[in-house]
């Protein structure tokens, strides 16, 4: 405790972040002639699931979305089974016009089975932006769609965007990112750690973030996005240690070829192994995202860069209780921000219908 | 060992069930004027992925299909990472008019990524039947497809096949079956545990199948296609028992409605949670298929119903040595079987391309 800063960092709540969100989906709510419709679908008995979506209802009442709670299987009846009629629940609500957003409560079935589900979702409706066609955009860095194009195939090559503008080209629209990345953006924009002087699509160039997770809900999309705006992320697992980024990368032997002759980053991000460990990733980084599943992972506070910002993604606490002794800045949570990347998806996606 | 049957069961291994799949597709080949060509990606440097790629090598060319293994990643160059560029192959291999077929050898980063990248492969492509949307029709009982709904939305709804035949209707072809599932199907075929007097689609009436595993990849999909084809399918896994069927289930307790009044079996299997242990599950079972990767697990030849069929799928031995003291047959493995199915999905791809 002797290396101290005498002053410790910010702790910031996801209330300030989410206050920005709240205010624009208010406004864009009221130009509407017909309230977007959302349908929750909750088939098993978890508390957390539950909970959430009572949390679902209380801010889509709070701020005027109509909002319904779809109960099957051990959700609705003892007598039935965790997950029973989940996928007839979806297909029901895919074919109902009335409805505009579907929001699944995983998990039921487990990673791969809950995987199958969410390609059942139409991606017309998918607020959660957990269809295959909306991470493959990302991948690709795909940021503007044709609406049609989510009827088409996924294995239709399109070429990665070019950006020199937010907005989407004429007949175009904005893909739908998944929730929780985008809600981990959009807490690193507020706290700074894009730069909006910087061209769009290029904002988090010079930062080096590392990235503790690879899952495809979290891990690994929230890389690739972080890669796709210029960062250089390192993406750890407990297997291993991966580098996400479009530009060449920095050359610890001088004959390597790439980075002396490439001009120009790629369109999108590339990935190579890593030789770092964890430490050495720590001690470059200028974000540290954490969101390990686990009571018991903590980040050790002395490996932190000093000024750092520090994000915990995880339901648990992935940082020491002094993280705040280095880091400049702490995130302990973005959920109630989250929530706020799926109603503007929702409003997004009730758009794309009309085409 | 006092109750063992005085004989012993037929061990089938898979070779003579393989051997008339060889002369279907020789003929098919025979009748073609354009050799249809596979490409095997092989990203990785797993010995049991190498030795697969040539072993399909070697049944490509001994049958006169062109083969092309491509390498990348860790497979390719030392310097590369387990994986690397793999995403790039498969859609290289999809733009290629030249290829028509695609096998990836998996595992590559693990389930969920792995998932992502079996979405990429596009489905005219997809020799091993891993898309989405195959999967999705096989959970739908969605038997035959137009070839031009490989391009369109997954989320359209379309009815469960009402089957009259086994020959597609006019404008329609087969939809593509995974092959492991669809191998131990036609193992079962062979070994008269689908009844062919029956009407196509319910020939596997009246047979109880106890199946250990629930894997998307293997145990899930097959337990759909035995209940869709009229079986009792008890689905296991470590956590749960799970009852596929599509007709009223055998009631325990006469009170229960659905078994009194229901006159006709569902279009496609629904799942109901079961009570029963292993141990009864497998006291009641004709036929016993087991895909569990683990060399520990054995299921107890005890418990088997005298008569019974073992299938063993795990490249683990499942089953104790004197399986066949209690199982009137034993296959050991279907993996020689799995490559037909594979070759014969190739040709059907090669079709559909042309539509």
Chains 1, 2 share one sequence.
């Not at 953006?185 to 290029?202: A, C, H, Q």
């Not at 705040?324 to 758009?351: E, W």
Request: aromatic letters at 8%; one cysteine or more; glycine letters at 6%.
């Amino acid at each position: 405790m002797t290396t101290a800063s005498p002053r410790k960092g910010l702790l910031i709540k996801a209330d300030p972040i989410a206050a920005q969100f709240r205010d624009e989906v208010k406004q864009a709510l009221a130009q509407l002639s017909c309230r977007p419709k959302l349908v929750g679908i909750l088939a098993t008995t978890s508390a957390p699931s539950k909970s959430y979506a009572e949390f679902t209802r209380k801010q889509c009442e709070e701020l005027g979305f109509d909002f319904v709670l779809k109960t099957t299987g051990a959700a609705a009846s003892p007598e039935l089974g965790e997950g029973d009629g989940v996928e007839e629940a979806i297909i029901e609500a895919n074919e109902d016009e009335s409805i505009h957003g579907i929001m699944v409560y995983f998990p039921i079935f487990g990673a791969q089975q809950d995987h199958y589900l969410q390609q059942v979702v139409s991606p017309f409706k998918d607020v959660e932006g957990l269809h295959f066609k909306f991470h493959y955009n990302l991948y690709h860095n795909i940021r503007f769609i044709e609406p049609k194009s989510l009827l088409g195939s996924v294995a239709t090559p399109i070429a990665p965007t070019e950006l020199e503008t937010e907005e989407p080209p004429a007949g175009t629209v904005k893909s739908i990112i998944p929730c929780t990345p985008l809600a981990i953006v959009k807490s690193l924009e507020f706290t700074g750690v894009y730069n909006r002087i910087l061209p769009y699509g290029d904002r988090a160039y010079g930062k080096t973030i590392t990235v503790i997770n690879r899952s495809e809900v979290v891990g690994r999309p929230l890389a690739a996005l972080l890669a796709n705006d210029g960062a250089r992320v390192m993406s750890v697992d407990i297997d291993s240690i991966q580098e996400y980024t479009k530009r060449p990368r920095v050359a610890s032997n001088p004959s390597s070829s790439e980075s002396m002759t490439a001009q120009r980053y790629h369109p999108r991000h590339i990935v190579h192994p890593s030789n770092l460990t964890l430490h050495e990733c720590l001690a470059i980084s200028d974000v540290v995202i954490s969101a390990v599943p686990s009571p018991t992972y903590k980040i050790k506070t002395e490996w932190l860069k000093d000024g750092c910002i520090c994000v915990n993604v995880a339901s648990d606490k992935n940082f020491e209780k002094d993280v705040r002794d280095k880091a400049s800045i702490y995130i302990p949570a973005v959920g109630k921000v989250t929530i706020f990347m799926l109603l503007r998806n929702l409003l997004r996606l009730q758009q794309y219908q009309q085409v």
